[in-house]
């Protein structure tokens, strides 16, 4: 019997990607005239069927939903894929977990997860996310909803939360109470969030005839956090500091109290992402209780909704927040 030659061995012949070759196979006009010849032409030489990708991704029904997560989410992740459990299991849907490196936003190589699964949709855990990608995503008639960045297109949803809003509140209630030396710290594993932090922030201080500066950016010799705010307090004093991550938290607490800050007496610190271990470090760290569950839960409601063709009204969901205040801020 012949050997069926597969879509894999077509794009190592022609030296492409596998989203390419499922690009040129379902007509896609953004490849470019060489290399779609390249791929045709292997295709022709390999012999290869394209059938089974050109139906397999527009018309096999597997009852399986693809969810892509970065590695270095899980500590952030459990409740939101216990969300999208339990939706799943009411609509009787498969849920196949799959990690990408950290690092990693090259939309193609998400689209070689899609592709490689067999799936009916994907939902994607990520913040680098952008309209650029989704413009990409759609190709593939295939439905998609990104978790915690603010897309959507015709087969596209998102859900969110929106720290733009919920860092122009937090420095504005500051700022009315006389604290205008406030900072925030880069986020290099999170780009998205923390242009969102910045833009709140700018806002917050622009709508008081103020200017916002300081932003304090980690030098790529830095590897960590920690070692970056240790030396930068040497130097530096701010009434808050905000950052992203407990673990970036806790490294300004510890950074602090070597520096002989004292938090929150001389220095206050707000933890935008909520986590267990916020509760658990001493002081504990005031923070925003992101709804992680409900995020997984709507997450996996619009994707039975786009699978089944209803009608979604909104394809942005927006969900809400809560500041807790803990040991590292005062009461205002």
């Known amino acids: 019997m012949m050997k069926r030659v597969t879509i894999y061995e077509v794009a190592k012949e022609a030296g492409v990607s596998l989203a390419t070759v499922s690009r040129v196979i379902n007509g896609s006009e953004v490849v470019k005239a060489p290399t779609k010849a390249k791929v045709e ?14 139906q ?21 992740t459990g409740q939101v894929i ?33 592709i490689k699964s067999r799936v009916d949709g994907v939902i994607i855990y990520s913040d680098k996310i952008t309209d650029d990608s989704i413009s990409t995503l ?15 297109s015709e087969s596209v949803c998102s859900v969110y939360v929106d720290f733009e809003k919920a860092i122009c509140e937090l420095c504005s209630k500051y700022i009315a109470n006389g604290v205008t030396d406030i900072a925030l710290l880069e986020d290099r594993k999170n780009v998205n969030t923390t242009k969102q932090m910045i833009t709140g922030a700018k806002r917050a201080f622009s709508n008081n005839g103020l200017s916002f500066e300081n932003y304090i950016v980690i030098p790529k010799e830095y590897r960590s956090s920690y070692k970056y705010v240790s030396d ?17 938290a806790m490294a300004v607490l510890n950074a602090a109290r070597e520096n002989g800050i004292s938090v929150p007496e001389d220095m206050e610190v707000v933890c935008v992402i909520d ?13 925003f209780s992101i709804p992680s569950y409900d995020l997984g839960a709507v997450s996996m409601r619009l994707m039975t909704k786009l699978l089944q063709n209803e009608e979604v009204e909104d394809k ?17």
Do not use: W
């Not at 593939?140 to 603010?150: K, L, T």
């Open 41 to 54: 032409e292997a295709i022709k030489k390999l012999g290869y069927k394209p059938n089974a990708i050109a």
């Open 56 to 76: 397999g991704l527009a018309l096999s029904k597997t009852t399986t939903i693809g969810l892509i997560i970065p590695e270095a989410s899980f500590t952030y």
């Open 82 to 114: 216990n969300g999208l459990l339990d939706v799943a299991k009411i609509y009787k849907y498969n849920i196949m977990l799959h990690t990408i490196t950290e690092g990693i936003t090259d939309v193609e190589k998400i689209i070689d997860v899609i």
């Open 138 to 152: 759609n190709d593939y008639n295939i439905p998609i909803v990104v978790i915690s960045n603010r897309v959507s």
């Open 232 to 248: 930068y307090f040497k130097d530096h004093r701010h009434q808050l500091v905000i950052a992203n991550r407990d673990s970036q």
């Open 275 to 287: 986590t267990k271990y916020n509760s658990m470090v001493r002081p504990t760290i005031s923070s």
């Open 316 to 332: 942005e969901k927006c969900l809400n927040y809560l500041f807790t205040t803990r040991q590292t801020t005062k009461v205002y």
